[in-house]
C-alpha cells in the first residue's frame, strides 16, 4: 500500500453507457501491490481530486480496470480522460469478498446499478474455478435498459442462473422488470448453503439483504460492499466512520451481521 | 391440485385484461409474464414482470374481482389454471384451507407491495430517496 499516488496511464478506455466509462489503468513506472476482488484504489485526476474506486477487472500483468459512473467534478473529470492520459493511483485498500468462504456453497452475486463494478472481479474468479462452488447467481438491477453495465458479457454469466431487470423498461427491453429481489423467485440456490455479495446503493442492500434472510440466507452468509466519503484511505482522518467501523479500512466489504445494526442506525 | 389444470400458452399472448372480470389465476410453472397498465396515449407499460414459481393473478380473491393489470406472456408460459369461484367454494366449506390460501395469496399481495415502495425510494440511486446526483 502506498500513501502517495503512483503514476498510471489509461491504456483503454470504453463507454458502458450515457454516464459511466470503464479504464483499463497501467503503472507509468512502478506499479502498486497487486489488487483482490472487492478491493479498491484512491484514483486522482490531476488538478481535480482524487475518490475511491473499486477495481472493476484485474485484466492480469500490473493492469486495473476500473468502472467509473460520472456524478460529480472527480468522477466526471475520470469518465472524460482519453487513453494515454495520465492519473495517480493509491492502493490496494480494504477488505475484499474473500470468495474461500463460499467454497463448495451456491453463490448469489447481487448487484444494483453501478454496483455490478465491484463485484465483476469476484465473478471472473469464480468463472475461473467453476469446481469449486455450487451453483452461480448472477442477479443485476437497474434503474432502466440504458443504465446496464456489462450487458455484453451477461449471457456468459448466466450458467446456471443469471438476469437482469430494470425498474423502467423502454424500447426493445424483452428481460424482467421489477427490483432486483424479484429475482430471487427463479434464481437456483439452496438458502442454508449459500453465501451471497451484495453491492449497490444502501438501500438496495438492505431491501436485498432481508430478502435473503427471509428465504433462509444465514446474515453472517452475507456480504455487503459499503461506501462512505473517504479521505485519506487509511484509517487516520475517520471520514469513511460507520459506527465502529472506519470503511476504508474494515470495509468496504462487511458481513451483514456486523453492518445491519449499523445500517438502521439513522444519522444526526 | 384436484381444482389445477394444466396449461401453456405460446409467447405474446394476452392473458388477461386490465377491468375484465378476475375469475381465474395461474401458479406458473416455466416462463415469463409481464404485467402492464395501459398509459392513455402511451399504449402499454410493463411495471413487473412474474416467474416460475409465482401467483399470477390476485384480484379474483376481493372484491370488485377485476383485474388490476394485464398480463402477456413474454415467452412460452406453462402454468397451473386455478377456477377462482371454485377454489372460493373449497375455502369456505374448508376454512383451515380457505385461511392457508388467503395468507399464501397475503403473502404476494405484500412482495409486490414491498417492491412497488422500494421501486418508488429509486433503489438505484446513489442514496435512494434522497439521490442529489444527476439521474439519467
Ligand atoms: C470503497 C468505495 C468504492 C467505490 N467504487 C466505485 C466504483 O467502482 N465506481 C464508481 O463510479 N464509484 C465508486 N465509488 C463512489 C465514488 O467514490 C463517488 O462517486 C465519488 O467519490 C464522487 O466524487 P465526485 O467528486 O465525482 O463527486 P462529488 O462532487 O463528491 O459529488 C457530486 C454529487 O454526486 C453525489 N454522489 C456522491 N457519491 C455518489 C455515488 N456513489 N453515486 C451517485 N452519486 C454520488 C453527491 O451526493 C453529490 O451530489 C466508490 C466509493 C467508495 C467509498
Ligand atoms: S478515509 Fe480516512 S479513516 Fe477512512
Not at chain 1, 471472473?124 to 434503474?143: F, Q
Not at chain 2, 372480470?21 to 416455466?30: G, T, V, Y
Amino acid at each position: 500500500m502506498t500513501l502517495v499516488p503512483l503514476p498510471y496511464r489509461v491504456v483503454d478506455r470504453r463507454a458502458e453507457t450515457h454516464d459511466t466509462v470503464t479504464l483499463v489503468l497501467e503503472p507509468a513506472g512502478e506499479a502498486l501491490n497487486p489488487f483482490v476482488p472487492g478491493q479498491f484504489a484512491m484514483v486522482y485526476a490531476f488538478g481535480i481530486g482524487e475518490i475511491p474506486v473499486s477495481v472493476s477487472r484485474l485484466p492480469g500483468g500490473q493492469r486495473l480496470a476500473h468502472t467509473v459512473r460520472a456524478v460529480g467534478a472527480v468522477s466526471r473529470a475520470l469518465c472524460g480522460l482519453p487513453a494515454g492520459a495520465a492519473v495517480g493511483v493509491r492502493g490496494p485498500f480494504g477488505t475484499n469478498w474473500d470468495p474461500a468462504v463460499a467454497r463448495g456453497q451456491d453463490l448469489l452475486i447481487i448487484g444494483g446499478g453501478i454496483g455490478l463494478a465491484p463485484l465483476r472481479p469476484l465473478i471472473d474468479s469464480v468463472l475461473a474455478e467453476p469446481y469449486a462452488y455450487g451453483r452461480l447467481n448472477v442477479l443485476a438491477g437497474a434503474r432502466t435498459p440504458g443504465d446496464l453495465l456489462y450487458r455484453d458479457e451477461f449471457p456468459a454469466w448466466g450458467r446456471p442462473f443469471g438476469a437482469a431487470t430494470v425498474d423502467r423498461p423502454s424500447g426493445d427491453w424483452t428481460g424482467r422488470v421489477g427490483v432486483v429481489t424479484t429475482l430471487l423467485d427463479e434464481a437456483l440456490f439452496t438458502p442454508a448453503n449459500t453465501t451471497a455479495f451484495v453491492c449497490g446503493p444502501e438501500v438496495m442492500i438492505r431491501a436485498t439483504a432481508r430478502a435473503l434472510i427471509h428465504r433462509g440466507v444465514r446474515p453472517d452468509r452475507i456480504r455487503v460492499s459499503l461506501e462512505r466519503n473517504m479521505r485519506c484511505a487509511t484509517g487516520h482522518c475517520g471520514h469513511c466512520q460507520l459506527g465502529p467501523l472506519l470503511l476504508c479500512r474494515d470495509g468496504p466489504v462487511v458481513r451483514y451481521d456486523r453492518a445491519e445494526p449499523l445500517l438502521t442506525v439513522r444519522e444526526l | 391440485m384436484a381444482l389445477a389444470r394444466e396449461t401453456a400458452f405460446p409467447g405474446a399472448t394476452r392473458i388477461f385484461e386490465e377491468g375484465e372480470k378476475a375469475d381465474r389465476f395461474w401458479i406458473i410453472r416455466s416462463g415469463t409474464v409481464a404485467l402492464d397498465v395501459q398509459v392513455p396515449g402511451r399504449g402499454r407499460s410493463v411495471v413487473e414482470t412474474v416467474g416460475a414459481g409465482a401467483l399470477l393473478g390476485w384480484s379474483w380473491l376481493c372484491p370488485p374481482q377485476q383485474w388490476h393489470l394485464g398480463a402477456e406472456t413474454r415467452e412460452p408460459v406453462r402454468a397451473w389454471q386455478f377456477d377462482a369461484g371454485a377454489v372460493r367454494n373449497l375455502c369456505a366449506e374448508d376454512p383451515v384451507l380457505g385461511l392457508a390460501l388467503v395468507t399464501v395469496v397475503a403473502e404476494t399481495i405484500g412482495d409486490r407491495l414491498r417492491a412497488t415502495r422500494t421501486r418508488l425510494l429509486d433503489l438505484y440511486g446513489p442514496q435512494g430517496s434522497q439521490a442529489s446526483g444527476p439521474t439519467p
